[in-house]
């Protein structure tokens, strides 16, 4: 069982470039979240889905685009990389049983946009 | 106005003493509190639920004060280990399960 995974860890874009960041989870979790953490502002929600092929905007969608086309898999997109998307991404996933709210987070993708 | 504030520290704590810590919310929505963990360069984790007046566990314990809008996290004989980032977090009765993240407190514990 290895939680929620996200692929690639680290990644170094020109402006303009394109990237899609990959979130994987073997929990059978029916929401998942994307988020960015910068420093000083805590972690902003970019896009979420709360089931297979659907999907929502978050706090901060602007410059990304998402897609959930299976149910384990949560896919964000920078469709032309600006700086102000530098950030550490993280991808989150949850069942929402029993009130927990408890989210599962992977271990990051740190984004330099140069 | 942030949603959820917190003191971003750092508290600086020597072994095996006490530290405390709050994080106001304004959105009186807010129905479910968490504080979770972040260590350096890592994923936050879920450290404890608060969901009525508090609750603890083992050497930490969580309050939380619906009428001033504020929750508090209480550590006792601190560890090491315990050096990290606490996140506050807040899920409204309007949210599909998204949370209003606090930009959290660091804490580092010294020998």
């Known amino acids: 069982n290895a939680g929620v995974t996200q692929t690639p860890k680290f990644r170094v874009l020109k402006t303009g470039q394109s990237m899609t960041l990959l979130c994987a989870q073997d929990m059978n979790h029916e929401y998942m979240y994307w988020y960015r953490q910068d420093p000083g502002m805590g972690l902003r929600l970019i896009h979420y889905?709360?089931?297979?092929?659907?999907?929502a905007k978050g706090e901060v969608p602007d410059g990304y685009n998402v897609s959930r086309l299976k149910k384990q898999n949560f896919l964000l997109g920078l469709e032309s990389a600006a700086p102000s998307q530098t950030s550490v991404y993280f991808c989150?996933?949850?069942?929402?049983?029993?009130?927990?709210?408890?989210?599962?987070f992977g271990p990051g993708t740190r984004l330099t946009v140069t | 106005r942030k949603e959820v504030e917190q003191d971003p520290g750092p508290f600086n704590v020597p072994e095996g003493a006490t530290v405390a810590f709050n994080c106001t919310y304004s959105n009186s929505a807010s129905q479910s509190f968490f504080w979770y963990r972040q260590d350096c360069r890592k994923e936050p984790k879920l450290l404890m639920s608060v969901y009525s007046s508090g609750n603890e566990d083992g050497r930490f314990t969580a309050q939380l004060n619906r009428a001033s809008q504020y929750i508090s996290l209480l550590i006792r004989d601190s560890k090491l280990s315990d050096s990290a980032t606490y996140l506050c977090?807040?899920?409204?009765?309007?949210?599909?399960?998204?949370?209003?993240f606090g930009a959290g407190t660091q804490v580092v514990v010294t020998p």
């Open positions: 989150a996933s949850n069942r929402i049983a029993g009130g927990a709210y408890e989210q599962y």
């Open positions: 889905s709360v089931g297979e092929g659907t999907t």
């Open positions: 977090v807040a899920l409204t009765t309007d949210s599909w399960g998204k949370l209003q």
